[in-house]
């Protein structure tokens, strides 16, 4: 394989390529566009970091390109769908700087709490003063790691050296990877009320952002430590600052900021903030760092060779055109059931189970299976998850994945069904294909008939006259009109569960409302993004 390094890269995590005898390293740094353009299509693939720009008109020049290794965790420089369009792999280094985050979290947190750049400052002035500095030790201390992923676990771990009790928040991954690490898995109220030290390491998606407002500040035990070496902008800010102004937060290390460079008001007030320790985004910024996306990258493309898994491939590779035949009718079905199933659970999942029925069974379904691992997971990681990474990234999460098949079929000639697994809960739903188009045909153990659209809620409740007739008054008065409605229940007035259709998404406080009046068990608004269009 020829492969050409178009960017400063790390020899050391070059090693493994340099010492394969299948590949050909050509290292040109400073290229002109037009100089790379007019040798590209020499290469099999391409190593880069950001000073490449790999558009079109790149992709287009590399007719024998195959892969696209960026050295890194960005990938803007890439225009990966058009590399998809091409069959070009696009692969990144998102954990490379794992450890170097960790190590910063603690080396911010253990500078405020011994006083270190104040002290520094004064003793390099020439003063003499220790009383001022009298700090905090961490033994002893009840910490709280909220996100408790590659990073979070790292600095969990730490912690724990440290003589901490630790407890950790994070709904996304499995228990036994909690127990691994020796942390109790808890809800993020208990973090939020009980915990000495705070800190975040999870992505920075709609979910988490302002995850920690004012509201939380103030359920917060007095003294509170908080940490952020993730994203900016998880910590409200200006809640933050209002909590350190206030003395509910005795004092904050932050190393990222919603916007970087900083330029408001609010964030210069935080970043001057006495209380404050900060730094400008340095938590990947280390030597070894920088070693490590080389050497992920080129694991990557010695996987590639070996024609092992991919694990931080961004975009999907083609399956063989013949199994892509059989399969390719039930890749939007099964993406569409894990799609809405995914959004039922509120726990961590333990395992998932995809089962087949019918003649479709008689196939080797996993392309199916891997697809709709990669949607599920879609939902909960920090990471592009694809058909060529999905069970590595849920290998990782602790998560079991297993496959059934039966050719008897309860009522259709080919149905799948996904069950997800975890905290004491399970939840399943099964579809079948009508004339080409998904349908979901059973929710947990209720039959069911209906068609998923972008937007939809469901309930479920204590089966009773005039309910329908509530939830519908409910809805319209939030001029939210109702597009179908799919009724199913057991028995006479036993539990019943109804799915509707709707025009537009539902506002939580309608929600409340809905439940409040049905007295419902269950109930949830869905976003189908699958179903889109």
Avoid at 499 to 516: F, G, N, R, W, Y
Wanted: net charge negative.
């Amino acid at each position: 394989m020829k492969i050409i390094v178009t960017d400063e890269v790390a020899q050391e995590g070059l090693a493994l390529l340099l010492n394969d005898p299948r590949v050909q390293l050509d290292i040109k740094l400073g290229l002109k566009k037009e100089e790379l353009h007019s040798i590209i299509g020499n290469y099999d693939g391409i190593i880069t970091r950001s000073g490449t720009t790999v558009d079109k008109a790149l992709l287009d020049a590399g007719k024998n390109l195959k892969m696209v290794a960026r050295a890194g965790v960005g990938v803007d420089n890439v225009d990966v769908e058009y590399a998809s369009a091409k069959g070009v792999i696009v692969v990144n280094a998102p954990f490379g700087n794992t450890n170097s985050a960790a190590e910063h979290t603690m080396a911010l947190l253990l500078s405020f709490c011994r006083n270190v750049t104040q002290a520094n400052g004064s003793l390099k002035s020439g003063a003499w003063k220790r009383a001022p500095f009298t700090g905090y030790e961490l033994k002893g201390k009840k910490a709280g790691v909220i996100g408790l992923g590659k990073v979070g676990g790292r600095v969990a771990t730490r912690l724990k050296a440290f003589e901490c009790d630790v407890i950790a928040c994070d709904p996304y991954i499995a228990e036994k990877r909690a127990q691994d690490l020796g942390v109790k898995l808890v809800s993020l109220d208990e973090v939020i009320r009980t915990c000495d030290i705070i800190t975040v390491h999870t992505p920075l998606t709609d979910e988490t952002r302002d995850m920690i407002g004012a509201k939380e500040f103030a359920a917060m035990k007095d003294g509170v430590i908080i940490i952020n070496c993730a994203r900016g902008g998880i910590y409200n800010e200006q809640a933050t600052l209002d909590a350190l102004n206030s003395g509910k937060v005795t004092g904050a290390a932050f190393d990222v900021w919603s916007h970087e460079p900083p330029d408001s008001e609010v964030l210069k007030g935080l970043i001057g903030h006495p209380k404050m320790v900060v730094t400008p985004h340095l938590g990947a910024n280390t030597f070894e760092a920088q070693v490590n996306v080389a050497v992920d990258v080129s694991q990557e493309i010695i996987h590639y060779l070996d024609e092992q898994p991919l694990e931080n491939a961004i975009n999907i590779p083609r399956f063989d055109a013949s199994l892509m035949g059989q399969m390719r009718p039930y890749l939007n079905l099964v993406n569409v059931l894990a799609d809405f199933i995914i959004q039922l659970v509120d726990t961590n999942v333990n395992k998932v189970t995809f089962s087949y029925t019918g003649n479709l069974a008689q196939y080797d379904c996993t392309p199916i299976t891997v697809c709709g691992l990669a949607s599920l997971l879609n939902r909960r990681v920090d990471q592009d998850v694809n058909m060529v990474n999905a069970q590595l990234v849920a290998q990782r999460m602790g998560i079991v994945v297993s496959e059934e098949k039966s050719s008897q079929s309860e009522a259709f000639s080919n149905m799948i069904t996904v069950s997800l697994e975890g905290s004491g809960e399970k939840r399943l739903i099964s579809g079948a294909l009508f004339e080409g188009i998904p349908r979901i045909v059973k929710l947990r153990d209720f039959q069911m008939d209906f068609r998923p659209e972008e937007h939809m809620l469901l309930l479920s409740y204590g089966d009773r006259p005039g309910i329908i007739g509530k939830i519908g008054t409910i809805l319209g008065e939030s001029d939210i009109n109702i597009a179908s409605m799919n009724l199913g229940r057991r028995e006479k007035k036993g539990e019943a569960m109804v799915i509707l259709s709707l025009d537009c998404a539902v506002p939580a406080d309608v929600v409340e409302k809905v439940k409040k009046a049905t007295e419902a068990t269950f109930i949830k608004p869905l976003y189908l993004v699958t179903a889109k269009g």
